[in-house]
């Protein structure tokens, strides 16, 4: 080169030897050097995984308190090496992206939380962001019955039993439901043909002559989307 500037050079994304030297303002060559050089212009590829409870609803990844959010980055190799991955940021509900592997959900308030993530490699490649929202569920669905009473008696040709309950969930508008009555104790004439278990439905009416005589109970069990 001749004078103070050099040129700027942007070697092809693979393998190059730089050859280069200076001449004075009298012509004195200097003897050419080499470097060997590598590019690594390509961005790092964040995925995100998770290992534990999960359900995608109206767009959110809902998970439980037993889930966990792990961020996995690879870094291409375009045919000449890469620099490998430098570090992966994660930013929850805002906050300033932070270097993480991966994130327990058992730390998060009960709720959606927006989240971003990119990687950035020993370059300084950084990739573009990555948003997705999550979901903390971890509160079972409450479950309330209504009827039959506890110690209410029924008699065969009297009133039929009235199955009635309910169920909600802060997140999950159609929990899975399970109800059945539960034979506890039989107090009377043999089964013969009938069982000491029956599933029943909400809002459901059982005349009592189709049920054994003795002890039963309503058990109802409910479950969320994770």
């Given at each position: ?34 470097t ?28 439980s ?7 996995m ?8 090496g ?145």
């Amino acid at each position: 080169t001749r004078g103070r500037t050099a040129p700027s050079l942007r070697p092809p994304e693979r393998p190059a030897t730089i050859h280069f030297g200076s001449v004075d303002r009298v012509g004195n060559q200097e003897v050419l050097a080499s470097t060997a050089v590598v590019l690594d212009a390509t961005p790092p590829e964040t995925s995100a995984a998770v290992e534990g409870p999960q359900a995608t609803q109206a767009g959110v990844l809902w998970l439980s308190a037993h889930s966990t959010l792990t961020l996995m980055a690879q870094d291409p190799d375009s045919g000449s090496g890469a620099s490998g991955v430098g570090a992966t940021l994660l930013s929850v509900d805002g906050s300033t992206p932070s270097a993480v592997g991966n994130l327990a959900m058992a730390g998060l308030a009960e709720g959606p939380h927006p989240l971003a993530f990119f990687s950035v490699d020993r370059v300084d490649n950084a990739e573009g962001r990555k948003e997705r929202t999550i979901g903390l569920d971890a509160s079972a669905p409450s479950i309330a019955i209504a009827s039959p009473a506890a110690g209410a008696r029924y008699l065969t040709g009297g009133d039929p039993v009235a199955v009635v309950f309910s169920t909600a969930d802060a997140f999950d508008a159609e929990p899975a439901v399970s109800a059945r009555l539960h034979q506890l104790e039989d107090r009377g004439t043999p089964r013969g043909v009938r069982p000491g278990l029956v599933a029943v439905l909400a809002d459901q009416s059982i005349a009592p002559a189709d049920l054994d005589d003795g002890l039963w109970e309503l058990q109802v069990s409910a479950t969320d989307f994770v």
